[in-house]
């Protein structure tokens, strides 16, 4: 996750309103909505560590748990089939099925975490062609540019 930010185990997410010209946040991976914000960068991560600590702070006053955002256990329906499957080939494979899911959990994660999302765009550009001599045309070619369908009748045109 590139647009967040980490502290004393939570995470903190990194976002920006144009609207407001401000930056802004909430904490991740918890129920509890918990928010913040700055106008700089060090003044978001500031105000993340404030918002953690307040939290923190008013779980333990009001004797409410604070939301821990991993605890290292999740329950998973998988439908009794797939359970049968999975413990089968945890068998096989020497490993009690807590083991055999956390290696498939780690692998699917190693697997995701190492695709890149690549952006590709284009923009459509118009030329006005009035007094461009064919010369700065073949130019413009050349240079992968591509001019409009029609420009060699428009420069013989003008001849």
Same mark, same amino acid.
């Given at each position: ?47 993340? $560590? %404030? ?9 333990? !006053? ?8 991993? =605890? &290292? ?47 590709? $765009? %284009? ?9 461009? !001599? ?8 050349? =240079? &992968? ?15």
């Amino acid at each position: 996750m590139a647009d967040c930010m980490q502290y004393n185990g939570y995470t903190g997410s990194v976002e920006f309103s144009f609207e407001d010209g401000c930056l802004y946040g909430r904490l991740l991976f918890i129920d509890d909505l918990i928010t913040y914000e700055g106008e700089t960068l060090p003044q978001l991560e500031s105000s993340f $560590h %404030e918002a953690v600590e307040r939290y923190v702070a008013d779980c333990l !006053e009001t004797g409410r748990p604070a939301n821990k955002p991993y =605890s &290292g256990t999740f329950n998973v329906r998988i439908g009794p089939e797939l359970h049968r499957q999975a413990a089968q080939a945890a068998y096989k494979a020497g490993v009690k099925l807590n083991e055999f899911v956390t290696n498939a959990v780690r692998q699917a994660v190693e697997i995701l975490g190492s695709i890149h999302v690549n952006h590709h $765009h %284009e923009h459509d550009v118009n030329i006005s062609l009035q007094g461009v !001599e064919e010369s700065a045309l073949l130019k413009l070619s050349a =240079s &992968g540019a591509k001019p409009p369908e029609d420009w060699q009748t428009m420069v013989q045109t003008r001849h």
